[in-house]
């Protein structure tokens, strides 16, 4: 019954090449998050969806652009990966504008050559 | 700004208890807590929404304190299961969105041994 999906679970990309993470819900969510986090820190907010609005972080590098094409998924594009952006990237979701729990997804680990 | 934790690292025997600590610099209007065991995503622990709040999840609770801008949780008996990273979170209204996006603190490693 999962409720947040990430696919892949793993991804090897090189130095440079485009990739791209996916997530989905089943849980019908109007806000959607995406998390960076490295080895021994906290996850650390990229950007988020309501509904089809994006908002982006004032720190997150040019090099990262999010698709949320309809209400059940949501992307990840590194446009250019660099070595420093090898971590895991979590997903997860929120119904709503309350201050409720977000539900997370397994994540997405990337390893970069 | 990221809320600090404290300690940074804590092990403990089975059975023995702890508190883990988390503060903020800004006003916290919510505190979450989560555990991260490595490798997994963060599960959600417990949200406190109000100041002086406290709540329980089974042998862990919290306590909110609004005006000291401090949360604390709370193991006690401690079971090799809570072995893992603990986070405080605190949310942020996101004026352009009306909705709210989470600030995790620095986090506690803890280590739960037989």
């Excluded at chain 1, 660099?82 to 397994?106: I, N, S, V, W």
Aim: proline share 4%; glycine share 8%.
């Amino acid at each position: 019954d999962a409720m947040v999906i990430q696919n892949p679970r793993y991804q090897v990309t090189q130095f440079g090449k485009p990739v791209t993470l996916s997530c989905s819900q089943t849980l019908n969510h109007n806000v959607m998050y995406w998390y960076q986090q490295k080895s021994s820190q906290a996850p650390k907010l990229l950007f988020h969806y309501y509904d089809k609005d994006f908002n982006n972080e004032a720190d997150t590098p040019d090099n990262f652009q999010s698709r949320r094409p309809n209400t059940s998924f949501c992307f990840l594009d590194i446009r250019s990966p660099g070595l420093g952006d090898a971590a895991m990237y979590l997903c997860a979701t929120k119904g709503g504008k309350r201050q409720e729990t977000q539900y997370f997804g397994p994540g997405t680990r990337l390893l970069v050559l | 700004q990221q809320p600090v934790q404290s300690p940074q690292a804590v092990i403990l025997r089975e059975g023995e208890d702890a508190v883990i600590n988390c503060s903020s610099s800004k006003a916290l209007y919510s505190v979450h807590w989560y555990r991260q065991k490595h490798g997994e995503a963060p599960v959600f622990l417990m949200i406190l929404l109000k100041g002086g709040e406290q709540k329980g999840h089974e042998k862990i609770s919290a306590s909110f304190n609004e005006k000291k801008q401090q949360s604390s949780l709370y193991l006690t008996a401690s079971q090799l299961s809570y072995s893992g990273t603990y986070f405080c979170g605190t949310a942020r209204n996101v004026t352009t969105s009306g909705t709210y996006k989470y600030i995790f603190g620095t986090g506690t490693r803890l280590k739960v041994l037989a």
